[in-house]
T-cell receptor, first 117, second 115 residues
């Protein structure tokens, strides 16, 4: 079974600075998807960024980018120019891409990000 | 695009009653919908996966007779908590997906309080 580990329960960053959230995963599959979701205090889960494992290029979405290291099974999220609105719980998630495989998301335990003004 | 709604956002009920939560995909047809439960300061726990027109697949440890899931159309899934008890109080979240690899899009959640 696949597992996702987020080793940082809490992180903090100064406004306008850069922060990196860590995520590692374990799988025997060769093709899969990785996601970062954000859950602000409203508790609405928001998709931040998505990475397809067969793509070597790291995904980017404006101030959010990932460092995807497939061999190391690492998928970290970098937030640049942090804003107060970035404060939230961040969840890393894994999903199989195999046809016939599970569509379930496997979540990490989350990292609570605090942005200090 | 990819908006998912949930209704109600909050519900308070008495022990022993049943509560129905609706999950709707507003601007796409959801081939698969998922139901999660989230305890305070914890991650999401998948309860079940449902595909339109077929029976839901429940995760191990989730009572299918207590948490009834119906996915009657490509835009609507319902979760009914039957004979609710205080320990069922939680935050319930649904999500929907329209194709493999697209990711899941989440509803805003429903806070259930059972007195």
């Amino acid at each position: 079974a696949q597992t996702v580990t987020q080793s940082q329960p809490e992180m903090s960053v100064q406004e306008a600075e850069t922060v990196t959230l860590s995520c590692t995963y374990d799988t025997s599959e060769s093709d899969y998807y990785l996601f970062w979701y954000k859950q602000p205090p409203s508790r609405q889960m928001i998709l931040v960024i998505r990475q397809e494992a067969y793509k070597q290029q790291n995904a980017t979405e404006n101030r959010f980018s990932v460092n995807f290291q497939k061999a190391a099974k690492s998928f970290s999220l970098k937030i640049s120019d942090s804003q107060l609105g970035d404060a939230a719980m961040y969840f890393c998630a894994y999903r199989s891409a195999d046809w016939g495989g599970s569509e379930k998301l496997v979540f990490g335990k989350g990292t609570k990000l605090t942005v200090n003004p | 695009g990819a908006v998912v709604s949930q209704h109600p956002s909050r519900v308070i009920c008495k022990s022993g009653t049943s509560v129905k939560i609706e999950c709707r995909s507003l601007d796409f047809q959801a081939t698969t919908m998922f139901w999660y439960r989230q305890f305070p300061k914890q991650s999401l726990m998948l309860m079940a996966t449902s595909n339109e027109g077929s029976k839901a697949t429940y995760e191990q440890g989730v009572e299918k007779d207590k948490f009834l899931i119906n996915h009657a159309s490509l835009t609507l899934s319902t979760l009914t908590v039957t004979s609710a008890h205080p320990e069922d109080s939680s935050f319930y979240i649904c999500s929907a997906s329209w194709k493999r690899g697209a990711g899941q899009f989440f509803g805003p959640g429903t806070r259930l309080t059972v007195l």
